[in-house]
């Protein structure tokens, strides 16, 4: 029998007559995933609203105690080894970041208090409140990366009742997050793990109060210009290298490119250089194309698994996207830049395409392994082919030009210089401060 992924709602674990086979990255079945329909997704918000909200101090106790079960605990009776082997076998995404994910929202947890105090603007105390704009905040989330569960736990921190629609692949994270949640003491009508269709994440969306929503350009495209939707799609995250071309930048580039196995939005998916980018593109191609294969259970695993099907549509996906790009990783692999893993699995290498100019559509491509274009680029272009990018690592002396990056509303984060293990602060805005959506300033005055 196998195990099973419920609906949980009002603190119960429920099933459903709606069910879905969760796989694994070789076809294997992997848990029983029974669904919301939209009516009961509808209803659990109903209840949610009449939930009364902890106290501040309260619910940071319990955040924090979550924290620890969640990196050390058995919620559910589940393991931290157990959590790690069937998280990475349903995402594909290498076991390690599992597990440094396990410390990371552990240790994350313990600062939530901090991290949302720091949001609120210098003018709320005597003339104003920085106070919540609603009661119920849905998620519809991603399953690229476990630790991407880390923003919604800022909501619970300011007061929220959080209603999460899991990604597809990766419903375990925050399964054992709210399981974790509960046994601290959270109140169970505060939280609610809601796996459902795409007809039931619209249901979740159109009955909450405000909605954080991460998909690709068509999901962005449709919640564009809706006020109670925070999108978030692909990161199109770059890195300018504008000065010389030594050892210690291209092992940054390479992490940039290819840490946690290159799924993060954060993840550079385009170089920009002011010298030679074949030049560029050749030593780095030379040092990804080293990163090994391995089943991605196993402890040396770097690069995403995806079943053999999927992996192959990806690289097609990428080679209808050339437009006269050069592979220069292709020569690199002898047997194709898939690696297979038995007979139904492969991963997916790393791949570095050369083009000949910054405005070359290949740049604004995103696709979840190590996947990096390289450009030219003139100082007389200024921040323009930077632009659009969730983060932007500039690698330049021109204080100026780091000036023009972080007054453009398209760049969302701007990193002066090799900054290592940035995206691991959990006090730095991802896509600006999550407060700034779910909170506001209400002018007070009081005899």
């Given at each position: 029998m196998l195990p099973s992924i419920?609906?949980?709602?009002?603190?119960?674990?429920?099933?459903s007559r709606d069910t879905r086979v969760l796989h694994d990255v070789h076809g294997a079945p992997l848990a029983e995933v029974h669904e919301a329909p939209a009516l009961v997704t509808k209803l659990t918000v109903r209840?949610?609203?009449?939930?009364?909200?902890?106290?501040?101090?309260?619910?940071?106790?319990?955040?924090a105690e979550a924290g620890r079960l969640f990196a050390k605990g058995t919620p559910g009776g589940q393991t931290p080894e157990e959590y790690c082997r069937i998280q990475s076998l349903a995402s594909g995404v290498p076991v390690s970041v599992a597990r440094a994910t396990l410390d990371r929202i552990g240790n994350d947890c313990a600062l939530l208090g901090e991290v949302v105090g720091r949001q609120a603007p210098v003018g709320a105390g005597r003339t104003a409140r920085w106070v919540r704009r609603g009661r119920v905040?849905?998620?519809?989330?991603?399953?690229n990366h476990p630790a991407t569960h880390g923003a919604w736990l800022q909501a619970v921190a300011m007061g929220y009742q959080v209603a999460v629609r899991p990604g597809t692949r990766d419903p375990i994270t925050p399964?054992?997050?709210?399981?974790?949640?509960?046994?601290?003491?959270?109140?169970?009508?505060?939280?609610?793990l809601l796996p459902g269709s795409h007809a039931s994440a619209d249901a979740l969306v159109d009955a909450v109060d405000l909605a954080l929503v991460y998909g690709g350009e068509d999901t962005v495209a449709r919640m564009r210009g809706n006020d109670r939707v925070l999108v978030r799609g692909p990161g199109r995250s770059k890195v300018l290298v504008d000065g010389p071309l030594d050892d210690a930048t291209l092992d940054h580039l390479v992490t940039e490119i290819a840490a946690d196995g290159g799924v993060r939005c954060t993840n550079a998916t385009a170089v920009l250089t002011s010298g030679d980018p074949r030049e560029l593109a050749e030593a780095l191609a030379e040092r990804l194309a080293r990163l090994p294969v391995h089943p991605v259970t196993d402890d040396r695993a770097v690069l995403p698994v995806r079943p053999l099907r999927e992996a192959e549509g990806l690289r097609a996906a990428l080679d209808r996207s050339l437009d006269g790009a050069v592979e220069v990783t292709a020569r690199h692999y002898s047997d194709g830049p898939l690696g297979t893993i038995g007979s139904n699995a492969a991963a997916l290498r790393p791949a570095v395409l050369c083009v000949d100019r910054s405005d070359h559509p290949g740049l604004g491509v995103e696709l979840p392994f190590p996947c990096v274009w390289v450009a030219p680029w003139r100082r007389a272009e200024g921040v323009g082919p930077l632009d659009d990018s969730l983060a932007l690592t500039l690698l330049t002396d021109d204080t100026a030009l780091v000036q023009e990056a972080l007054e453009s509303p398209g760049v969302r984060t701007v990193l002066h210089g090799r900054v290592p293990g940035w995206w691991k602060d959990p006090f730095?805005?991802?896509?600006?401060?999550?407060?700034?959506?779910?909170?506001?300033?209400?002018?007070?005055?009081?005899?």
């Open positions: 419920p609906v949980l709602r009002s603190g119960q674990e429920r099933t209840a949610m609203r009449q939930a009364s909200p902890m106290a501040r101090d309260e619910r940071l106790a319990v955040l905040f849905g998620v519809v989330a991603p399953s399964l054992r997050l709210i399981r974790a949640l509960l046994e601290a003491g959270l109140d169970p009508e505060g939280i609610a730095l805005p991802h896509d600006g401060y999550l407060g700034q959506f779910l909170q506001e300033a209400r002018g007070y005055a009081a005899s």
